[in-house]
């Protein structure tokens, strides 16, 4: 108690004159990402004071919908299990290959990793078809089309570039010294089974919990292929009763799960975020693994391999023709241009927010923890929630002039992708040496010559990098938009997730291959303007020679 109110008195003591407008940045941070579960509690409340809360619940909790949370969960722990297991295949497999293939990889795996899983839907429903008609051909059993394990093959594809980056990243935590030392004494084999991989399960499981989240919280994938998930009862139920808090009574055993979860690998998601580097190791002497690792490794790049080909043939070879494609391109010109219009908007708005926030994640004790705690508990929620969230919120006297206007989607990415983005720029923060932090407030004339001349050229590859993943990440929002978006005012993601259930139509293919191919010029984007960025800053020195800095 006592420290509380110590960090009330430091809180109140930054609100000067000069700090007035920082203090306002985090307010507005804290009410967009947190504000939907505020939203939703508040309702909450109200149902239990008005004493009409009991009548609610028998319809809410069914034998159904324990069905529903087991089936749902069990498939997001075997996504998340066979993705982490194909994902350290796959790092250590890139310890053996040379550095700039390496980085190529990673390179690919972060432009994959913001295509959104309906997509992948889109390609692997087209690969299953062709596959059944030349089975059909020979006579063999047909693939299934549907059901709980199609879902679970394609979600495990969705999900394979994050993971991989995710074992890649949760891998280097290890310290180097500790590796070297026990290769001198036990085979490379040991020591990945008794040293490397011990030392790494914190950040691994961290990484575990993480795709649980994931899984849980999406219902695209399995609702394309016939299977119903507890996320999309959620939605469903909403849609029906048109009532908050019935959809958050309901939603309160998945939230259960993922908080569960999210609390379990809280210090691991810490760390993992403290690696003081996210690349590939180089080792002088690379580790020689037994066969039967190698051939699981190899059979681990040939599945991304193969998802990499699916990806990108299926939609190319469904488009069917460039007449097509533009076709598609013309017919949605209104909703790509509402698209780039959300994506603009939540690129300006949450660097400066999220720059504050890091400065914050940074402090210790209560202070980061606080924060810590803000930025992590959305990811928990699932995404229909927060788009029911923000209408529970943002559909009141006091912010009813910006409810119903294009200010929603924007608010849903931003409630959505501002922690990641706070993530990683606080990732680049902790690289960066603060003696030269400090030096500045020293030397420096006023703040916004730090600002200009230091603080942003430091930041400034972060800075590229969060404002390609979330432009990416924004193209292909679709849960809490789908609930938000004004009448009038079409998505791209909304559009293409409708025409997918009347089947996998050439047009469909083609806004879909327009996606991906905006999610992907996002990251090269991000890319290029770092390597600019880098020679600009240092003589036209490659930056893939030394450290890739995110």
């Not at 109140?12 to 000069?18: C, D, E, F, S």
């Not at 070297?180 to 961290?206: C, N, T, Y």
């Not at 040496?433 to 916004?448: G, K, M």
């Not at 924004?474 to 993601?493: D, R, Y």
């Amino acid at each position: 108690m006592q420290e509380a109110r110590l960090l009330l008195r430091q809180f109140t003591a930054r609100i000067t004159p000069k700090n007035t407008l920082y203090v306002l940045i985090l307010m507005i941070f804290f009410i967009i990402v947190v504000g939907p579960l505020i939203g939703l509690l508040a309702n909450l409340l109200w149902l239990v004071v008005s004493g009409t809360g009991s009548t609610i619940l028998s319809p809410v909790f069914s034998e159904r919908r324990t069905v529903l949370l087991v089936q749902s969960f069990c498939l997001a722990v075997a996504v998340a299990g066979a993705g982490i297991v194909i994902g350290i295949l796959i790092a250590t497999m890139l310890w053996r290959t040379r550095q700039k293939i390496s980085y190529a990889v990673i390179l690919l795996v972060l432009a994959l990793a913001p295509i959104p899983p309906y997509i992948h839907a889109l390609t692997w429903s087209a690969a299953i078809t062709w596959s059944n008609q030349y089975l059909a051909m020979i006579g063999a059993a047909p693939l299934p089309a549907t059901g709980w394990v199609v879902s679970f093959w394609v979600q495990l594809m969705a999900f394979l570039p994050i993971t991989i980056f995710l074992s890649c990243i949760g891998l280097a935590s290890v310290d180097r010294t500790l590796v070297e030392a026990a290769r001198v004494i036990r085979s490379d084999g040991e020591v990945l089974r008794k040293v490397i991989l011990p030392l790494a399960a914190p950040s691994l499981v961290a990484a575990f919990g993480f795709l649980i989240l994931v899984s849980c919280t999406d219902y695209s994938v399995p609702s394309l292929f016939g299977s119903d998930t507890y996320a999309l009862d959620i939605f469903s139920l909403y849609s029906a009763t048109g009532s908050t808090a019935v959809a958050l009574i309901a939603a309160i055993p998945l939230l259960l799960i993922t908080f569960s979860v999210l609390i379990l690998c809280r210090s691991g998601i810490r760390q993992l975020t403290q690696t003081p580097n996210w690349t590939i190791r180089v080792w002088d002497s690379p580790p020689e693994f037994p066969l039967f690792v190698r051939q699981l490794q190899k059979c681990a790049a040939t599945l991304f391999c193969l998802q990499i080909l699916v990806i990108f043939s299926g939609l190319l070879l469904t488009t069917g023709s460039w007449s097509r494609f533009m076709s598609a391109v013309i017919y949605s010109a209104q909703e790509i241009h509402d698209t780039v219009l959300v994506v603009i908007c939540v690129v300006l708005i949450a660097l400066p927010l999220c720059l504050a926030v890091t400065n914050e994640l940074i402090q210790p004790g209560l202070r980061g923890s606080f924060w810590w705690s803000a930025i992590l508990v959305p990811i928990a929620i699932p995404s229909p929630l927060i788009g029911i969230g923000i209408i529970s919120l943002w559909n009141s006297p006091v912010l009813s002039p910006f409810y119903g206007t294009m200010l929603m989607p924007v608010i849903a990415s931003l409630a959505r992708f501002a922690p990641f983005a706070a993530i990683i720029l606080f990732v680049q923060m902790r690289s960066i040496d603060p003696v030269l932090f400090d030096a500045t407030r020293i030397f420096s004339r006023d703040s916004l010559h730090t600002a200009v001349q230091i603080f942003f050229p430091l930041l400034a590859p972060a800075l590229f990098v969060t404002s390609g993943i979330l432009a990416a990440l924004t193209i292909g929002e679709l849960g809490a938009t789908l609930i938000v978006a004004p009448p009038g005012f079409g998505m791209l993601a909304i559009k293409i997730y409708n025409y997918l259930h009347y089947g996998a139509a050439a047009e469909v293919a083609g806004l879909c291959l327009v996606m991906a191919i905006g999610t992907m010029l996002a990251g090269l984007v991000a890319f290029v303007m770092i390597i600019w960025w880098h020679k600009k800053r240092e003589g036209n020195q490659n930056p893939l020679n030394g450290e890739m800095i995110l």
